[in-house]
Every structure is written in structure tokens, then in C-alpha cells.
């Protein structure tokens, strides 16, 4: 390797580092929030989408940057629902709802908020932004969670609008599982590797289009 190309790839790597500070440095209640930013800068997601689901938003940190962006971007009316099975501290702007998103009779109820509640012009989401998944949760071993990865499909063909997008962060031994399965749901799949606060960091990124 000559000296010239690893003298580039530290330069790269230090003005990474250096863009992961300085996002972190602001107020967010998670550092994933670099992770979101940098996909969102790249197909700018946010800024498209006028009814934005943050599904699986406990702490808050990816809601409050869709706040932040919608904030910043938008002259128009949006609606940003945060969904969890745990508490969240409340986000003026973001309407958090409390429950499991898998469970059929919570889905009614999203679907009554939807149409009552909500006062958005559509009764379905244009973006889902799916972050379900803990480190805890993931197996270690090679087998795939294929029951939850059908139960996200099946809430999103549900609520997301059919020009909708989802954005799912996810480990990478579910990529061959998430290929497999959601091409029978979108006819467009994008996979990113994301560059998250721990530089390295395993975690990727689908977006997904009709
Ligand atoms: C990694 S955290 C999300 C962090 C968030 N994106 C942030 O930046 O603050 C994953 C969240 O998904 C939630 N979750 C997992 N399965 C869920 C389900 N079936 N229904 C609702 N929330 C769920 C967990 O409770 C957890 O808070």
C-alpha cells in the first residue's frame, strides 16, 4: 500500500470522525441520530415526506431530528407520530403513541387516531422510519427473526401511503432475509451500510420504494 493512499484513508476516516463529533455535540437524546442524518443527506427522506412515521422511537433522538428537519424545510403542513411499546418523553410537535405495533388491536386504534385524531390529509404514512431493532434482541447466531421482519411488512403495507417509503435500520445477517422477503412488498431496494457514532459499526440501512 503505498504511503500516499494511507496517508488518504487516515485524512478520511479523521474528517469522519470529526462530522460524527460535531453531530453529536447537539442536543439528541440518541447518537443514532448521525446514522439518520447521514442517509437523510443522501435521499433527503425528511424533507419529501409530509405524514412521517418514526416507528420503534424510544428514546426520541430519530424524532427529534425529523422534527428538527421538517422545522427548518418545510412551509407546508406535516404531521411527525412517534409509535413505542415503552415510554417516551414527551417532543412538543411529535404525536407519540404508547404500544406494541405487531398487535392487531393496537393497529385499530392507530387506524381510528389516523382518521379522527391526526388531522393530516392522508390516512396513511409517505414515510416510515422503522428502527425496531435492539442489539439485545438480535441473535448472535445466523438465524434470521423472519416472523418480525413479516410482522414490519405487514404493518407497513397497512399504514405506508403507495408511494410511500421505509427506511429500516437493521443488522446485517438480516440482509439476505430482508432481500428475500420485501421484494415480494417494493420494487425498489436500496441497501446502505451506515456510518454511525462507533465508526465500524455494523448496522445497515434499506430504503424502500413501489
Ligand atoms: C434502538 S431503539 C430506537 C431508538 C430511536 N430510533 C432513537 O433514536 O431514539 C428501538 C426501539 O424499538 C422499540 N420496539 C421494538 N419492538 C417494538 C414493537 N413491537 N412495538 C413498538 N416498539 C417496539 C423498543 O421499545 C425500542 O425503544
Do not use: H
Amino acid at each position: 500500500m503505498s504511503k500516499d493512499f494511507k496517508t488518504y484513508s487516515w485524512f478520511k476516516r479523521y474528517t469522519k470522525e470529526l462530522s460524527i463529533r460535531k453531530t453529536r455535540t447537539q442536543d439528541y437524546r440518541t447518537n443514532s441520530v448521525v446514522a439518520l442524518k447521514n442517509i437523510n443527506d443522501k435521499y433527503r427522506l425528511i424533507e419529501k415526506s409530509t405524514t412521517i412515521l418514526d416507528l420503534g422511537a424510544s428514546p426520541g433522538g430519530w424524532s427529534q431530528y425529523v422534527l428538527e428537519v421538517k422545522k427548518r424545510t418545510s412551509s407546508g403542513t406535516y404531521k411527525v407520530v412517534a409509535i413505542d411499546k415503552l415510554q417516551m418523553e414527551s417532543i412538543s410537535g411529535v404525536y407519540f403513541i404508547n404500544g406494541d405495533y405487531t398487535d392487531c388491536n393496537f393497529q385499530t386504534r392507530l387506524e381510528v387516531e389516523m382518521g379522527m385524531g391526526l388531522t393530516i390529509k392522508s390516512s396513511k404514512f409517505n414515510l416510515i422510519l422503522a428502527d425496531v431493532c435492539s442489539s439485545a434482541s438480535v441473535p448472535r447466531a445466523r438465524c434470521v427473526d423472519k416472523a418480525g421482519l413479516e410482522s414490519l411488512l405487514a404493518f407497513t403495507s397497512r399504514f405506508l401511503s403507495k408511494k410511500g417509503k421505509l427506511l429500516y435500520r437493521f443488522f446485517p445477517q438480516y440482509r439476505e432475509a430482508i432481500s428475500e422477503l420485501f421484494k415480494y412488498y417494493f420494487k425498489f431496494l436500496i441497501f446502505e451500510r451506515s456510518e454511525t457514532s462507533r465508526v465500524g459499526s455494523s448496522e445497515m440501512f434499506v430504503v424502500c420504494s413501489s
